[in-house]
């Protein structure tokens, strides 16, 4: 089994920055994908950025030049860097990791709200 826990989201000024953490933990080996969805108010679930095993990005064009996806994989951790942070930013983010020739796993989410 594999549990993913994430940390970091809040409330937040527009403008502001925030830094999401995902940690996964049980079996997981091999190649594999970790990264971040979110979902707003009355939206379907979307893409923010995801990162492979070996380093390679892929942003939503709304989180490229303002979100910074990186991982730890000793530690099996994914981190997303949000800066210039707006209200069509809030959002609850969920953390996933892909193992190929597995599935994928989902983590519980966190909000982000980004208001004055």
């Known amino acids: 089994q594999v549990q993913l826990v994430e940390s970091g989201g809040g409330l937040v000024q527009p403008g502001g920055s925030l830094r999401l953490s995902c940690a996964a933990s049980g079996s997981i080996f091999g190649f594999n994908v970790m990264g971040w969805y979110r979902q707003a108010p009355g939206k379907q679930r979307a893409l923010v950025a995801d990162i492979t095993t070996g380093g390679r990005t892929k942003y939503a064009d709304s989180a490229k030049g303002r979100f910074t996806i990186s991982r730890d994989n000793a530690k099996n951790t994914v981190y997303l860097q949000m800066n210039s942070l707006n209200a069509e930013d809030t959002a609850v983010y969920y953390c996933?990791?892909?193992?190929?020739?597995?599935?994928?796993?989902w983590g519980q989410g966190t909000l982000v709200t980004v208001s004055s």
């Open positions: 996933f990791l892909g193992l190929s020739g597995v599935g994928t796993y």
